[in-house]
């Protein structure tokens, strides 16, 4: 079966950070792009970060860039989202979710559109308050 869980959400004061981490079971992630969404009750999901199966590209939406950063460890079977200087708009509930690289095209690549995955996680909340 397979399976994504995000964890590593919490409560955190405006300016810290958090690291989520999003964790395959089921399926190695060697051949697969991972994105990170977030989103608030009654908005759209917002693609935050992407990550290409090989690693070499990484995408990020303009709000989190230089703040936050992803990461992939294929040891751990694992996607990190390092987020720093976390401030009050980033509070939401992040999920993963993953896509399989099925051309070498898409090994190098990857998509913050919602629509290009295909295995999603349950989600982690991140609150952003003092």
């Known amino acids: 079966q397979l399976q994504l869980v995000e964890s590593g959400g919490g409560l955190v004061q405006p300016g810290g950070s958090l690291r989520l981490s999003c964790t395959a079971s089921?399926?190695?992630?060697?051949?697969?792009?991972i994105g990170w969404f977030r989103q608030i009750p009654g908005k759209e999901r917002e693609g935050v970060s992407c990550?290409?199966?090989?690693?070499?590209?990484?995408d990020y939406v303009d709000s989190v860039k230089g703040r936050f950063t992803i990461s992939k460890d294929n040891t751990k079977n694992t996607v990190f989202l390092q987020m720093n200087n976390l401030k009050p708009e980033d509070s939401a509930v992040y999920s993963c979710?993953?896509?399989?690289?099925?051309?070498?095209?898409?090994?190098?690549?990857?998509?913050?559109?919602?629509?290009?995955?295909?295995?999603w996680g349950q989600g982690t909340q991140v609150t952003v308050s003092s």
């Open positions: 990550i290409s199966p090989s690693r070499g590209m990484k």
């Open positions: 089921g399926f190695s992630l060697d051949n697969y792009a």
């Open positions: 979710a993953a896509v399989f690289a099925s051309n070498s095209a898409r090994y190098y690549s990857c998509s913050r559109d919602a629509d290009r995955y295909d295995y």
